[in-house]
């Protein structure tokens, strides 16, 4: 490696040499944000992964998202920078639990949030994400809707569809659930003009005191849009680089001190570098369990269109 030129730059000529795009997650690290081809929230990048031409992708985020990326593009090569970035919720539902609630109930859909593990997506019917949940779900035909993992956005989803029944697992996210009804209601306390903008991974009590429930890019569009000036973001703090980025003269506050996600902050210019040289951590996934799961996701993309 030439150490005068930067990391940015050697980056940038990789690219050019091997017909790459980087695509990162809004909670990566915003000097990963910055170098990135495509910044978006998990269905966007769902969607780009699909839509680019070339060949290699890599992928800054956790590991669902890239093996989602390789699911929905088998011929492409996906690269992680650091495969232990991890999300936790993403192997909180059971393939076992799956076949039992369908075997217990007859006309079951079982509708898999995009963060899960490729063998869970496997085994369920359709993916969603948080800005097409709502969508999808109205869109089955089923009466009945097994949601997993995350029993926060499910109950949130359940809901907006009151014409079917739900059936909830116990997944959450351990980083939006730190944050509080009360804190909400402090941070207000000090800063009384903000409206608060949630995620749906929020505990139902943070949600209820929310003037906006949505995805990353959700809450992004929503703070960009509005004639308000300031805003309590129920996130991860890496989406205050696009915020700030987008709207320089509002004003957001965080919870707390804010939430973070350390798996997605393993990324690091300096990983997608090496990822970029070494081209050594591609994403490689069973050709059964690829079509099963990969068909889960393509029913979102069809049903979410
Ligand atoms: P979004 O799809 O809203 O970006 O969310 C992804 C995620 O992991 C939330 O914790
Ligand atoms: Fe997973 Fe939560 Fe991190 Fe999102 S914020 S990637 S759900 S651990």
Request: glycine share 0%; net charge negative; proline share 15%.
């Given at each position: 490696q030439d150490r005068s030129i930067s990391i940015e730059e050697q980056i940038t000529a990789y690219k050019h040499q091997k017909d790459v795009v980087i695509l990162a997650h809004y909670y990566t690290d915003s000097s990963v944000q910055a170098l990135a081809d495509y910044v978006g929230d998990s269905y966007y990048l769902s969607k780009i992964a699909v839509e680019v031409?070339?060949?290699?992708i890599v992928f800054c985020g956790v590991g669902f998202m890239g093996e989602s990326a390789k699911l929905l593009n088998s011929d492409k090569i996906v690269l992680m920078?650091?495969?232990?970035?991890?999300?936790?919720?993403?192997?909180?539902?059971?393939v076992e639990k799956i076949e039992a609630v369908r075997k217990a109930n007859e006309d079951v859909a079982v509708v898999c949030y995009i963060n899960s593990t490729a063998a869970i997506k496997a085994a369920s019917d359709v993916c969603v994400t948080s800005a097409n949940a709502v969508k999808v779900v109205r869109s089955l035909?089923?009466?009945?809707v097994y949601f997993i993992p995350d029993a926060n956005l499910g109950r949130f989803v359940a809901a907006q569809v009151p014409e079917k029944r739900f059936l909830f697992n116990d997944g959450y996210c351990h980083v939006h659930t730190t944050i509080t009804a009360e804190g909400v209601v402090r941070t207000k306390e000090k800063h009384p003009e903000s409206l608060v903008l949630a995620h749906p991974e929020c505990t139902p009590e943070v949600l209820a005191v929310a003037d906006y429930i949505g995805s990353t890019s959700g809450i992004i569009e929503y703070a960009t849009a509005s004639?308000?000036?300031?805003f309590i973001i129920c996130t991860e703090k890496g989406i205050l680089y696009k915020l700030k980025q987008d709207n320089p003269k509002k004003r957001f506050h965080f919870v707390d001190g804010g939430q973070v996600c350390h798996n997605m902050k393993r990324i690091t210019p300096q990983k997608v570098l090496k990822q970029l040289e070494q081209m050594d951590q591609a994403v490689e996934l069973d050709k059964a369990l690829s079509e099963r799961a990969g068909h889960a996701l393509d029913q979102m993309l069809l049903l979410a269109k």
């Open positions: 031409p070339n060949k290699i920078p650091d495969v232990e970035a991890d999300c936790p919720m993403a192997h909180m539902a059971s035909p089923n009466k009945t004639d308000q000036s300031s």
